[in-house]
């Protein structure tokens, strides 16, 4: 299956900085991606598909100018998680589509925990 | 949108002890997936299992789509058995996935 990598694993801010997180697909090229935020103890939430070449397409309820997603490549999307609060604390994830065994399915990256203080 | 509700959302067993999880959806799907989230978050696949029946290992999953239900069998547990078990589907007309509310397990040693 694919490898899928985020960078960093976790990261600490202050409140009202911006946080960068990487995605990348290192085995593999991917048109799309997705983000998806996980709380504590709660389940995975779909958060937005990343394009490549095109903006990201977001879930109801998640401020675009507030997550910005760029695909800049077939390899790479990033998350920036802007003027970040102590609300924004949380896991992100991101995924890349696949195939394994001749049908679709969905390769993880490892996540990243985000502590906003 | 689609619901997708597990169940239980707890569950304790002692090592060697058998259990079932159980993953309802409301709507027709394409795909479903099961996740082990282990407690440094990673999510592994252990399923694709959109109907039918599936083993692999201690590990079994059974699908039955006209009834809008998965179940996942676990067999003589393990303490690496614990963490977090996700369901995940597609509905039909989508490409999203749709996470479960997940059962949450730990095996006692």
């Known amino acids: 299956g694919a490898v899928v990598s985020q960078h960093p694993s976790r990261v600490i801010c202050k409140s009202g900085t911006s946080v960068k997180i990487e995605c990348r697909s290192l085995?593999?090229?991917?048109?799309?991606m997705f983000w998806y935020r996980q709380f504590p103890k709660q389940s995975l939430m779909l958060m937005a598909t990343?394009?490549?070449?095109?903006?990201?397409?977001?879930e109801q309820g998640v401020e675009k100018d507030k997550f910005l997603i760029n695909h800049a490549s077939l390899t790479l999307s990033t998350l920036t998680v802007t003027s970040a609060h102590p609300e924004d604390s949380s896991f992100y994830i991101c995924?890349?589509?696949?195939?394994?065994?001749?049908?679709?399915?969905?390769?993880f990256g490892p996540g990243t925990r985000l502590l906003v203080l | 949108g689609i619901q997708v509700e597990q169940s239980p959302p707890d569950l304790i067993l002692q090592e060697g002890a058998n259990s079932t999880l159980r993953c309802n959806f409301s709507?027709?799907?394409?795909?479903l997936q099961w996740f082990h989230q282990n407690p440094w978050g990673q999510l592994i696949n252990l399923f694709y299992?959109?109907?039918g029946t599936k083993q692999n290992g201690r590990l079994s999953a059974t699908t039955v789509a006209t009834e809008r239900y998965s179940l996942l069998y676990i067999s003589s547990s393990q303490t690496t058995d614990s963490g977090v078990y996700f369901c995940?589907?597609?509905?039909?007309?989508?490409?999203?996935?749709?996470f479960g509310t997940g059962t949450r397990l730990k095996v006692l040693a």
């Open positions: 995924s890349v589509p696949g195939r394994s065994g001749g049908l679709e399915t969905q390769y």
């Open positions: 085995d593999f090229q991917a048109t799309t």
């Open positions: 990343s394009n490549e070449g095109s903006k990201a397409t977001y």
């Open positions: 299992i959109p109907s």
């Open positions: 995940a589907v597609v509905a039909s007309g989508t490409y999203k996935y749709i």
């Open positions: 709507d027709s799907v394409n795909n």
